[in-house]
């Protein structure tokens, strides 16, 4: 067959996707895959004992509310299990509603707000464990729209970003919103360039200390394509979308060195999360019908990998939120020096 895999699908149909050729690296001591230029896509260590061996862990969330809101939601945002340091919430399409004091509200104090950035629907909030203001300085934001009138309608097109030391360890949070539909590939690679030209520029601030961890998160709106709509909705529903990743647009641009060099990213364990028919987990079954996608995702960078040792303990759709036609996407990311700060 080639280049070519068989897959017998759902109601006895039997159809052909091409498996793109991938030159896979071998596994690094971390169990990360050098499989696409410049990006590692790294493996989940599921073990995190949150204090002994990591000096910062942090929880990281992305949604696309699509202007809705309900506090139970943002409840179920945050979680019970609160093992983290630092919660980081980047959010877009965002309706009018004082977000940050429903989170708060939904964190029952055990966190504190250490940091918020805002441009129209497109929000980023840090939180931090109580008294942890004390160790936090050097708090910045920025924020960098790009191109389009959808302010005109609330729907602004950017990213926001909060710069902050924490214990010693200096910090960029990046939540974006980049332009939709799936021939706009060009324009989210350019949108991804000029947001990270901008946003806390080395021309405007020359002796600024690189950060040593950056987060990426957000509606990147990368979509799936090379495969017919059913098709690819045949192997979800069979659980086999990791035969999709081929298809991503956002790891294929990667591949091609033109978006997040140096970065990293979980495995996409977790089905498409875009887009939903809303108050359900089916996927779009409106007139449109739009190809299932991982639009929303988290990528992150260390600066110096023998300064500081980022590891990713989790990475997963939050399937249980309705509210919105897309879901969640949630990581686990912890800190290792490897001297005290």
Known sequence: MGNFISIHAAKGRRFMIRRKPIQLGSLDSHGATMSHEG???VRVDNRCDFS???????????WN????????DL??????NRKFDLLVVGLQEVPRKNISRLLQAALLDSHILLGKSIMQSIHLYV?????SDLFTKEVKIDKSPVGGFGGLIRRKKGAVAIRLNYKGITMVFISCHLSAHAQNVEKRNSEFRN???????QKLNPYARPAQITVWLGDLNYRIQGIGNYPARDLIHNDLHRLLTNNDQLLQEAERGQIFKGYSEGTLTFKPTYKYNIGSSNYDTSYKVRMPSWTDRILFKTQDTEEIHATLHSYEAMDDIHSSDHKPVKAHICLKLSKPS
């Open 39 to 41: 990006l590692k896509t």
């Open 52 to 62: 002994s061996y990591s000096d910062l862990c942090i929880c990281v969330v992305t």
């Open 65 to 72: 509310m699509n202007g809705q809101v309900t506090y139970e």
């Open 75 to 80: 409840a179920e945002l945050v979680g019970n």
């Open 127 to 131: 939180f931090g464990l109580k008294d």
């Open 195 to 201: 947001v990270s030209e901008s946003l806390f520029s």
